[in-house]
């Protein structure tokens, strides 16, 4: 018989609805699997104490016939940026920040839908790198398990929660997503409102979810989705007709696979692997379209102009009276490089996004969804600096976002799913993405990735000698 702690949200919803499982005995399963091998992997900061209250609550309404729906009495994990009433919020600093214990807008949709939310999972300090120390990776502790949002990654990989939440700027989703082997969804810019989330960059944040399976995370993030008044980026739009897409299957669509940048300096499994993930969605009955686009070569260099200027001008007060001295030494160089932009980069770099919109605008009226590639390696291990991709040496900091930061320029949705494993047993993941507010064909297709690899991908086994 499965243990709880690994099964997909869609039949522990089920099993606590007809009370086969009550939410305290479903919190149980993840505390003991927290309290066994967190130690070692260190996904979170916080363990709320409020949450058994909050599981009691849950299994009083569901027995007395006030179930709430799919989320009610399921565990998920908050990542540290976003604001909670019962957690404080460090957005991953040891400087302090006078934040609100108060729940942020997405937050509070869960909350109303019956979510117990178990813990604040780590991050790099305010979002803003791609390892999150001292985090580890669940398939081999002595790797990364990416950012900004690796504790969400390690929480879901490793069975400690149903699902956890992100954020994501330029890939802090669907980064620890393809490192550590579950699912990150980043949809449309909008979607998901982001008032009580430490803000990173205001025309770049993503909310999202990561989750064990594609099914899973449409459900959470369509229950996050919706209209946000404090939140000027708010589109006013709900996620409509997501479940329907994903059973769908992928007969009858165009994906578009993009050679340039895309499949440009990639590990030979990493590209193996998608290659196979490519040719099961045309087996399964979609065409397979390739196309190119020369100018995303600069893409890296007008998010980083965006993201350095949006970051410095948050951190403005604590770069005037010397607080950012007390930042990692990494973080601490970001935010001040953003001092360095200037007007006519800024704008350069918002004309180039423009640009690159209207291309894929007229791309997208041809293809449903994009398929690539979501890192171009997996894990590297902990403490290095640079990594080696057919002979050619790069920063990991360069590499690890080159494949996700075009979405989040275009602020169109897109997803990591886990197709494969490489000799070292780590995980590999695909990238979808899809024309804003075409969430539906992303998820077509992300759902026929999940399909052709047999179907969602495990939770990972853990030593049980780990403490």
């Known amino acids: 018989m499965a243990e709880l702690w690994s099964l997909p949200i869609t039949e522990l919803s089920e099993r606590l609805r007809s009370g086969r499982t009550s939410p305290v005995e479903l919190l149980d399963a993840y505390l003991d699997r927290i309290d066994r091998h967190d130690p070692a992997l260190a996904a979170f900061v ?6 058994r209250a909050a599981a009691e609550e849950a299994h ?12 009610h009495g399921i565990p998920i994990a908050v990542k540290d940026n ?10 991953g600093s040891e400087v302090p920040l006078d934040l609100p214990q108060e729940d ?3 937050v509070a949709r869960l909350r109303a839908a019956g979510a117990v939310f178990i813990g604040k999972t780590r991050m790099h300090e305010f979002a803003w790198g791609m390892e999150t120390p001292p985090a580890r990776n669940p398939h081999d502790a002595d790797r990364v398990p990416g950012g900004s949002s690796g504790g969400s990654g390690v929480a879901v990989a490793a069975g400690f929660a149903a699902a956890a939440l992100g954020s994501d700027t330029g890939g802090s989703i669907r980064i620890p997503a393809s490192l550590c082997g579950c699912v990150g969804l980043k949809p449309t810019f909008g979607l998901i409102g982001r008032s009580g989330i430490v803000p990173h960059s205001w025309s770049l944040d993503h909310a999202g979810p990561l989750a064990a399976s594609v099914a899973d995370a449409a459900l959470v993030a369509a229950v996050m989705a919706g209209s946000d008044r404090d939140d000027p980026g708010s589109a006013r739009r709900a996620a409509d007709g997501w479940s329907g897409a994903l059973g769908a299957g992928v007969q009858g669509m165009t994906v578009g696979v993009c050679r340039t940048h895309f499949f440009e300096g990639l590990d030979a499994e990493v590209e193996a692997s998608i290659e196979a993930a490519i040719r099961g969605l045309a087996a ?13 070569s600069a893409a890296l260099g007008a ?12 951190h403005l007060p604590r770069l005037r009276d010397g607080s950012v001295a007390r930042f990692a030494p990494d973080v601490r160089l970001l935010v001040e490089m953003g001092r360095l932009v200037s007007a006519v980069d800024y704008l350069q770099a918002e004309r180039y996004r423009r640009h690159l919109g209207q291309r894929f605008a007229a791309i997208f009226r041809d293809v449903d969804a994009v398929v690539s590639p979501t890192m171009p390696l997996t894990a590297w291990r902990v403490g290095q600096r640079e990594v080696t991709i057919g002979g ?9 976002w080159r494949l996700t930061h075009p979405w989040n320029l275009l602020g169109a949705p897109a997803i990591s ?7 070292a047993k780590l995980p590999i993941g695909v990238q979808v993405a899809a024309a804003p507010w075409n969430e539906k064909a992303m998820l077509r297709v992300a759902t026929g990735i999940e399909a052709c690899g047999g179907g969602p991908a495990a939770r990972c086994a853990l030593p049980e000698n780990r403490p």
């Open 46 to 51: 916080h363990i709320n104490a409020a949450a």
């Open 60 to 71: 009083a309404a569901i027995r007395e016939g006030g179930w709430k729906g799919p989320l």
């Open 82 to 91: 976003y604001l909670t009433a019962d957690m404080p919020t460090r957005a």
């Open 104 to 106: 942020g807008a997405a």
């Open 284 to 296: 399964a009955g979609a065409r397979v379209v390739e196309f190119e686009v020369p100018e995303l």
């Open 303 to 314: 998010i980083f102009a965006v993201e350095l200027a949006s970051s410095a001008t948050y």
């Open 392 to 400: 050619r040496s790069e920063s990991v900091l360069a590499v690890s």
């Open 417 to 423: 799913v886990p197709f494969g494993v490489d000799r």
